[in-house]
C-alpha cells in the first residue's frame, strides 16, 4: 500500500508509517525505524504499553532528528516528562477535537482498553487520502469513520467462540487463560467487518492488524 508501510504489528511491538513522514507507534527496537527517521515529521501515540511505546527508541528517535512532534493523548504526557521527553516537541490532542498539523487533519477517537488509548483518523490535505487506524480496543460501536480511504483496524482474533475455546484448552490444562483479559480490550475480527459494513461507504481498502500470534 503507498500510503502505509507496515514496520511490525502484532502483540510483539507496533509500528506504523502513514505518507511516509507519520510513524504511527514505537513499540519496536530502534533498529527497526532506523531507516525511515530522517523522514519522520510527526510521531502518533496510541497508548503506554511497550507493544505500542518503546521510551528508549523514542528518545534515540528525538536525539536522531530532533524536530519530530510527539501528537499524543493527554494520559500520556506525564509518562513522557517523566522519560525527560522535552515538552517543545509533545503535542497534547483533545479526544473527538480535529486539528490541522503540517499537511494533516488529524482527529483522535476513543479506544475502549484497560488503559487511555486513542484511535486516529488521518486526512492528508494535499492529496484528500483519509485512513482510519485503531487498535487495542473491546468495540468500535461509538466510533463513525465513513469514507476512509483505508481502515487500518484490529482483528486480534477470529470469533468469541474462537476464544472461548482457547480459554477453556487452558483451563482444562490448569493454565491461566490469557485470553480472558482480550475479551475486555480487544476487537475480533467479526466486531471489525461489522465496522467496516457500516462505515467502509467508497470501498476503500481494509488491513487487519494487531493479530495476535501464538507463541511457539
Not at 528518545?59 to 517523566?82: M, S, T
Request: hydrophobic share 35%; net charge negative; with cysteine.
Amino acid at each position: 500500500m503507498d500510503n502505509l508501510k507496515i514496520i511490525a504489528s502484532s502483540s510483539n511491538g507496533n509500528a506504523y508509517v502513514y505518507f511516509e513522514n507519520i510513524l504511527l507507534d514505537i513499540g519496536v527496537p530502534f533498529s527497526k525505524i532506523k531507516p525511515y527517521i530522517q523522514n519522520i515529521k510527526y510521531i502518533l501515540l496510541t497508548h503506554c504499553h511497550t507493544d505500542h511505546f518503546n521510551i528508549k527508541t523514542l528518545k534515540k528517535a528525538i536525539y536522531e532528528n530532533p524536530n519530530i512532534r510527539i501528537i499524543c493523548g493527554w494520559f500520556l504526557v506525564e509518562k513522557l516528562v517523566d522519560n525527560n521527553i522535552p515538552k517543545k516537541n509533545i503535542f497534547v490532542l483533545e479526544l473527538d477535537k480535529t486539528y490541522i498539523v503540517g499537511d494533516y487533519v488529524i482527529t483522535p477517537v476513543m479506544a475502549i482498553h484497560d488503559v487511555g488509548n486513542f484511535g486516529y483518523l488521518i486526512q492528508n490535505s494535499k492529496t484528500g487520502f483519509k485512513v482510519f487506524h485503531i487498535s487495542d480496543t473491546s468495540s468500535v460501536d461509538h466510533i463513525e469513520a465513513k469514507g476512509c480511504n483505508l481502515y487500518a483496524i484490529e482483528g486480534n482474533y477470529e470469533t468469541d467462540d474462537e476464544l472461548r475455546e482457547k480459554i477453556k484448552q487452558d483451563e482444562e490444562q490448569g493454565k491461566y487463560s490469557h485470553y480472558k483479559r482480550v475479551f475486555n480490550t480487544h476487537l475480533s475480527q467479526v466486531q471489525a467487518i461489522n465496522f467496516l459494513d457500516r462505515n467502509n461507504t467508497n470501498g476503500g481498502d481494509y488491513i487487519f492488524i494487531h493479530q495476535h500470534k501464538e507463541e511457539k
